[in-house]
């Protein structure tokens, strides 16, 4: 008995590429902000333009996880019109907010 809980004090680790994690969390972290940027600039938005953003900064398909993070943190939501997603604010208070008070990244 005492090997097995010698056997789960151990703690398994992984190598990481810390390089790599670095520069996906601040090209995440633009990417947020340009998405709610883009959603004060207009009352919703589709895939194509989180794709385009996407591409732009390099995050290739990791774009499904920035949707899903602003989905449950609860800054957006989506609706499907027939084949389309398309994603909106959950609340025009929330807009008004991110429109009046976030940085404008396009004209910093």
């Known amino acids: 008995m005492d090997s097995t809980i010698e056997e789960s004090k151990k703690r398994i680790t992984y190598p990481q590429d810390w390089i790599a994690y670095n520069k996906a969390q601040t090209q995440e972290k633009i990417l947020f902000l340009e998405l709610l940027y883009e959603l004060t600039q207009h009352d919703e938005f589709n895939i194509s333009l989180i794709e385009k953003l996407a591409h732009k900064h390099k995050l290739g398909k990791s774009y499904p996880i920035v949707l899903r993070t602003l989905t449950f943190d609860g ?34």
């Open 75 to 108: 800054y957006i939501y989506s609706r499907q019109e027939k084949s389309e997603t398309f994603y909106c604010f959950t609340s025009p208070i929330l807009r008004n907010w991110w429109r009046k008070y976030v940085i404008d990244i396009h004209n910093p």
